[in-house]
Structures are given as structure tokens and as C-alpha cells.
């Protein structure tokens, strides 16, 4: 009983000798104002990283100090640490120094362990405050490596040689030790373990220079996205109130049209708004992975064991392709304003009506929906003349193409081929039963083109994220949500989308139109020859830009498709 009172009395003492910042015995003690001690390392360090704020104070009661303390060493109090390095530390710690089953155990002692206080990576070995006194005492042994305790010194030795290793081959990439240098590694490129995390730490800082970066930009991007949020609500809200004032002039006639050209207004302001903050939530998300990489990778460069920065090095500073554009496109502020313009040509067209005999009801709101259809979609032309003002040049991207696809004519031309092509490896090329290929330009606004064909051929429009591999149908052009296709076989069109088909009825003709209106969501396609035919057309919401793709029948030798130039 005697002797854990006693135990217990020095583990108390030794806490009073002990630095409440490294949790270690007093190195070169110091008293600041306050009253309280430290090494004066510790606390120089502590104070250096509150210079920015220009404010310091104790890590322990808290006390602030306007101007920085001089630090000046505490004579009598390390004389005092001294006189207890050589008598106290002998004593058994209290029992709340026991090492738990989540702890670190020293590695020396016998029976009952102790919590361990530091790893050697030397040794490499663990060890509690009494068994750690040695590599303070020792000379050989205060040019160890001491790191936080850890659990993982083991795999800092060969488990071929038992001995640490120091040494990072850069021919196999691994941390090895000097007998491996000498055997299996002799002749490879090997640098020391610690040069190897200097270069790999300015990779690190690289990488988070450039996360903080995009952070920062984004950031930029998510702050645009709110004025374009307040900006959208603020022209939709004029909108909608000018647009009352130009129904009131017609109270007598349209005043149910009225309410519905409210109600578009406030749809068409929910869906801007809708994708808007489908953005930022993206934007929002992204920052949130940014900033969690960039925390494991401070982590990281934060780690003294040298092979366990190596060991976790290739798995986290691998980084991501932003999902997002570099910079956010805000549209001109005008969202509503046409809406405006419209009701208004239709007040003064009314006004002519009236004056007119042409009183009939339906007549009239036939053109009052004309007229309050999207501002920003004109109809397709009735000519072809009038689709040629939206001639979009079209050439193949050969980094897509199927091998048994030839592309020729300045890649405007795509053959199916019998014998492979001996096109290198690329993510983007389509294999397996995939004979498809897609076009460089991305496909936005309003775009006309012509494919003149022979043989299978199918003409499509498709996302680029359409998948590029796969044995089933589900890859093919038409056959899933992404794509939508015209197939002329055997002298009949079938349309596919999202796997459904649709006959189509229609002149066959070996030349193809083509008319896009993507924020229309409009697809169009022509038979073309002295006039031109609507074979089939679609209504769709587009959320991605789109491409040009050409699918042909590899079981028909010859079959060809060729983007024609239009003057």
C-alpha cells in the first residue's frame, strides 16, 4: 500500500514537471507572465503560429498578452527537472498510465504494460516515460527518430531481412531496406526513404495548391450563381407584373389568358432556378470533396513516419477531373423581358382583329397560343434554304471510332469495314458489337447537317458519356436514354430512343436531314431530294450538349455514311 502511494505521489510530480503542450518532461523551462511553464521550444512554436493574429496568450488559462513575451530560461526550474530526471523517473507511473486495448503499449515492459509515450523508428520500438529516459541519457540513442506512439512500426521492417527499412526503390516503387538493396533491388534506381518524402511532399503541396485553387474558383462560380438566382427572380417578377399591366388593357377579352401566361412565366422561373441550383448544389458538393481530400492530404504531409507517407501516398494524391467547368456562363440578363414583348404584339395584333370581322373565338386564341409559345424558339423552316442558315460542319473524332470503321474524306466519311483498324487504344473508342462512331463538334443552339448513306446505316444525336463497350444492345444508339437514332434498312426508317421503336413512314431517299434546336429540345429528321420530307420529329428536354453519331451494319460490306458540305 505504501508503495503505490508512493507511485502515485511521483506520477503526480511528474505531471507538474511535465509541458501541458508536448505532454514531455520540461526541455529548456520557461515561466511566461501568467505563472504557468513550458519548454521554450513549445511555446515559441505555439506563439509563432498566433503571430498572424496578432494576439498571444496561454494554452492553458488563456491569458492574452498585447505585446509578445521575452522568453528567457528558468534557471532554478530546470535544475529542478534535472534533480527529478534522475530520481523521479523510476518510479511506476499511476495506474491510469496502463496501457488500454486501444492504446500503444511500451515495447520493454514486463508484465502489466504501460502506455506508451513515443515510437523509435530507429529501433523501431515503443516505449512508456520511463523506458524512453534512455534515448535522452544515451548519446547513440538521441539520434534516433522519436514520432507519436504507433502501431504500425512493424511494417517500417523488412519482413525479409528484419531490418528497417530506410531505403525507397523508385524502380518498384516500394520502401526497402539496405540487405534488399544488396539483393532483389540490386541496380535499381534507390534514394533514402526521407529524400523520396521531400520530393513526394512537393507533389503534395502541388496538389493542394491546386485543390485550394479550384476551391477558390468554384467558390467564385457558386457566388454567380447566386446573383443569377436573384437576377432570374427579379426578371421573372417584372415579367409577370408588366404583364399584368398589358392584360389589364384586355380585361374584357383575355382574361383567362392572362392567368396562364402567369402561370408559364412562374413555370419557366421554377425550372431556371431549378437548374441553377442544381449547380450549385453540384458546385457545393465538389467543394465539400475538395476540402476533405485537401484535409487528408494535410494529414498526410503532417506524418513523420516516412514509409507510412509513402505506404498512403499513391492512394490519395491521385486527383479527381473536376465534374465541373472551369467557369460559369451567366446568361444575359434577360429572361422574361421577351415574354413581355410578346403579350404586348399580341395586344396591338387583337386590337387589329377587332377592328377587323374576324371576331371568332377560337381564331383568337389560336393566336394568343402561338404567340405565348417559348420566345426563344422560332419554327423550323418549311424550306431548305431556311434550314442551311444553320449549317453545322460535322467531322468524325477517329479517337471514338470503331476498329472495323475506316474514317476517310478528312474524317467526314465513315466506311464498314471487314478487317480491323489499326487504331491505338482509347477510353473514348466504341468496341465489341458497338460499330459507332461520333462526332468532334458538341452540338448546341441551333444546328442543320446532312448524311448521305447506302447500306445499314443508322444517324443519331447522343451524349458523350454514352458508354463504349458492352455485348448487348443496351450500347447501341437508340437503345438507352442517352441517344436517339434514325435506322434506314431494307427501304424503311425506324426511329429508336431509350430502347422503344417507332416505325416511320416517309420517301426513302439516300441523303438525310438533320435539324436540332437543343434548348427547344427540338430533333428533326428530312428526307432530302428536290424537296425535303418530315419523317419523324421529337420533343425532349436535352441536359447534356450533344454529337453526331453514325452506327453502321458490319454484316453489309460497303455501307457508308458521309456528312455532306453544305454551302
Known amino acids: 500500500m505504501l508503495l503505490t502511494g508512493k507511485m502515485a505521489q511521483r506520477g503526480v510530480q511528474l505531471e507538474k514537471f511535465s509541458c501541458s503542450i508536448c505532454l514531455d518532461l520540461l526541455k529548456d523551462p520557461l515561466t511566461i507572465p501568467c505563472g504557468h511553464s513550458y519548454c521554450m521550444n513549445c511555446i ?28 528567457e530560461k528558468n534557471i532554478m526550474l530546470a535544475e529542478l527537472v534535472e534533480d527529478f530526471k534522475k530520481t523521479g523517473l523510476q518510479a511506476a507511473p499511476a495506474d491510469h498510465c496502463y496501457a488500454e486495448p486501444e492504446d500503444v503499449a511500451c515495447d520493454v515492459c514486463t508484465g502489466r504494460k504501460m502506455k506508451a509515450v513515443k515510437s523509435c523508428l530507429t529501433c523501431p520500438a515503443s516505449y512508456c516515460r520511463d523506458h524512453l529516459q534512455h534515448h535522452f541519457d544515451a548519446s547513440p540513442l538521441q539520434k534516433h527518430k522519436l514520432v507519436d506512439p504507433s502501431k504500425n512500426l512493424q511494417e517500417n521492417v523488412c519482413s525479409r531481412h528484419d531490418e528497417v527499412m530506410k531505403i525507397f526503390c523508385r524502380t518498384d516503387q516500394q520502401c526497402i531496406c539496405y ?29 493542394r495548391q491546386q485543390i485550394q485553387q479550384r476551391i477558390q474558383d468554384q467558390e467564385k ?46 413555370s419557366q422561373q421554377e425550372t431556371e432556378v431549378s437548374r441553377v441550383k442544381d449547380l450549385q448544389e453540384k458546385l457545393e458538393q465538389e467543394i465539400t470533396e475538395l476540402k476533405r481530400k485537401d484535409a487528408e492530404l494535410e494529414q498526410l504531409s503532417n506524418t513523420e513516419d516516412h514509409n507510412q507517407f509513402l505506404h498512403n501516398y499513391p492512394s490519395l494524391s491521385a486527383l479527381s477531373e473536376s465534374t465541373h467547368s472551369s467557369s460559369i456562363n451567366i446568361r444575359p440578363l434577360r429572361y422574361f423581358e421577351d415574354v413581355t414583348a410578346a403579350v404586348s404584339e399580341l395586344r396591338d395584333k387583337l386590337q387589329d382583329l377587332l377592328r377587323d370581322t374576324w371576331t371568332n373565338s377560337p381564331l383568337t386564341v389560336s393566336k394568343v397560343k402561338v404567340l405565348l409559345s417559348d420566345p426563344e424558339t422560332k419554327p423550323e423552316s418549311k424550306t431548305r434554304a431556311g434550314f ?73 444525336v447522343s451524349y458523350k458519356n454514352i458508354s463504349r463497350a458492352g455485348g448487348s444492345d443496351k450500347y447501341r444508339f437508340g437503345f438507352n436514354d442517352k441517344s436517339w437514332s434514325l435506322c434506314f434498312n431494307k427501304n424503311s426508317y425506324t426511329f429508336y430512343h431509350n430502347n422503344i421503336e417507332i416505325p416511320v413512314s416517309g420517301p426513302v431517299s439516300s441523303r438525310i436531314g438533320v435539324y436540332l434546336d437543343h434548348r427547344a429540345g427540338i430533333l428533326s429528321y428530312y428526307s432530302v431530294s428536290r424537296t425535303m420530307t418530315l419523317l419523324h420529329r421529337v420533343q425532349n428536354t436535352f441536359t447534356q450538349p450533344l454529337h453526331a453519331g453514325i452506327r453502321l451494319y458490319y454484316y453489309e460490306n460497303g455501307a457508308f455514311a458521309e456528312f455532306v458540305k453544305l454551302k
Open 44 to 71: 515559441k512554436d505555439h506563439w509563432d503560429g498566433e503571430d498572424q493574429k496578432r494576439i498571444h496568450s496561454c494554452p492553458q488559462c488563456r491569458k492574452t498578452f498585447r505585446r509578445r513575451p521575452a522568453l
Open 179 to 207: 540487405l534488399c538493396l544488396m539483393d532483389e533491388h540490386k541496380g535499381h534506381e534507390t534514394v533514402p526513404a526521407a529524400a523520396e518524402r521531400t520530393e513526394k511532399q512537393k507533389e503534395l503541396q502541388v496538389s
Open 221 to 266: 462560380d457558386l457566388k454567380l450563381l447566386h446573383q443569377e438566382v436573384k437576377a432570374i427572380n427579379v426578371s421573372a417578377n417584372k415579367a409577370v407584373e408588366d404583364g399584368k399591366k398589358v392584360f389589364t388593357e384586355l380585361i374584357h377579352l383575355i382574361q383567362k389568358r392572362s392567368s396562364d401566361v402567369k402561370q408559364q412565366i412562374r
Open 388 to 460: 442551311l442558315k444553320y449549317s453545322q460542319r460535322i467531322t468524325l473524332d477517329p479517337n471514338t471510332a470503331n476498329r472495323k470503321l475506316l474514317l476517310s474524306e478528312e474524317n467526314r466519311k465513315v466506311t464498314a469495314m471487314e478487317r480491323q483498324q489499326s487504331y491505338p487504344d482509347h477510353p473514348d473508342r466504341f468496341t465489341d458489337i458497338c460499330f459507332q462512331v461520333l462526332s468532334n463538334e458538341s452540338l448546341t443552339g441551333r444546328c442543320y447537317w446532312e448524311v448521305e448513306w447506302r447500306g445499314g446505316v443508322e444517324v443519331a
